[in-house]
């Protein structure tokens, strides 16, 4: 498959940036669309363009400097990791006077890890992270296939069902075997495939270093540098906790999850609907799912999660803007108010929670509680939201 049909929503911002800024990084984990994303504005076969995985592409940047200072408009480096010594070329050429060209440059590893190469574009640079397909780029009546199928255009579009989990398999050997490596990886290919499953099993939940650092017989320093590593690669998120003064004993270690779905699915044996119906961790798939979908639908500023050892918790803690809003996942008819959602409303002086469930209807559970579709637009993420609606029969009430 060459592309993919779908338009990506954050060609858009790729655009603007460029207009702002003389460099714009877009990162996000292999095979999530950058490179077609770069190809709308660049094409393949332009002087324009070079892909360092591409052997003619890398010897004409054996003279660097010379290849590209004469280029004008939007030059595309794709996955930029393999060249670090092009940063400070590039901060060269981003000072120049009247600046004749834009550089978009592609990575597979996030800003944390490419940050010690483009110190030196500090206040050049601008990163745009990109996902995989959500919901509002295929639309809501496939939501279903994206939860199953996971993101990665390839996942999503194989015609199969096992041509998507034959990809995904793939996928995460080239992973564990090629890419974790060049980072410096060296558990082995076994080790490393054992420490994905006992990610997956441990996705949704409270980490628990000790106990993985038992299981790999590894130092619990290398675990915790494992889990950076994935990541910075994009492959994993580590939510952090939230506390504060409370006088309440609240959880201070991170929660873990994979973030494509369609990944966590493979890792737990799951391939299609009917199978994830049936599944035991069916809610924390869903769970982590729509968690995704929330963060890269609202991009708040800073995003946790919190809860208590007395059992109040809330799934998500978004800042954004000075105001502080409560995200709750429910995969049940019709939420209802629970006494943790008001501990949490009070507790942490909530602007507003919302309460994201698979429903169809928006509707009015409490002063500040909302439930909210899941196949809806987050509120705030720029695409107009539905009205909301008293809550049906058996939802809001006492708690």
Known sequence: MAGHPIPRAALNPVTRALRRSPVV????????????????????????????????????????????????GTVVIDEVQHRPDLFPLLRVL???????ARFLVLGSAGPDLLRQSAESLAGRIEYIELTGFQVAEVGAAEMGRLWVRGGFPRSFLADTDADSAAWRRAFIRTFVERDLPQFGAGLGAPALHRFLAMLAHCHGQILNVAELSTALDVAQATVRRYLDLLEHLFLVRQLRPWHENLRKRQVKRPKVYLRDAGLYHHLIGVGTMDALQTHPRIGASWEGFVIEKVIAEAAPDEVYFWATHNGAELDLLLMTGGRRVGVEVKRVDAPRRTRSMVVALDDLRLDALWVVYPGDVRYVIDDRITALPAAAPFPGSGAAAPAAYPAPPGAGGAV
């Open 94 to 100: 981003a000072d120049r006077d009247a600046n004749p």
């Open 25 to 72: 990084a877009v990162v996000g984990p292999r095979q999530c669309g950058k490179t077609t994303l770069a190809r709308q504005l660049v094409p393949a076969g332009s002087a324009n363009y070079f892909d360092l995985e591409d052997p003619v592409s890398l010897a004409r940047l054996d003279q660097a400097l010379t290849e590209l200072r004469d280029l004008t």
